[in-house]
């Protein structure tokens, strides 16, 4: 399935999109560099406690722990709104198989019915 299609086909409902969140965690953590982003963050909350700013060198390590797993934690919605606006995205992620297009049949519906 193309791009094209594929926001075509979500757009109308027609498919179901299934992403594995500990792959999307993980592709997110590779792709922003959180690491590298996180161990500068602690470093520099450790050197505001050492140097008597003890409450914000705690609330800066806090900061460096608590929003890389919240950007992990979000990491599948993140991985759906790339393939959707990005066609470079979608193929990395379909040929890696991290996000699956799943046809939704047609006893089958997102929707609850009425009645």
């Known amino acids: 399935m193309t791009h094209t299609e594929f926001t075509a086909a979500y ?17 997110i953590s590779a792709r922003l560099l959180l690491p590298l982003f996180m161990m500068p963050v602690l470093g520099v909350g450790v050197a505001l406690a050492l140097v008597g700013w003890i409450f914000t060198g705690l609330a800066v390590i ?7 797993r919240l950007i992990k934690r979000s990491a599948p919605h993140f991985v759906l709104q790339q393939a ?19 046809p939704i049949t047609g006893g089958e519906s997102h ?4 009645g």
């Open 62 to 68: 806090a900061l460096g722990i608590i929003a890389p």
């Open 11 to 27: 757009a109308r409902g027609e498919i179901k999109v299934e992403v594995d969140p500990k792959e999307a965690a993980r592709f």
């Open 84 to 102: 959707l606006n990005d066609p470079a995205v979608y193929a990395v992620v379909t040929m890696s198989g991290l996000l699956r297009v799943v």
């Open 111 to 114: 929707l609850k019915d009425e």
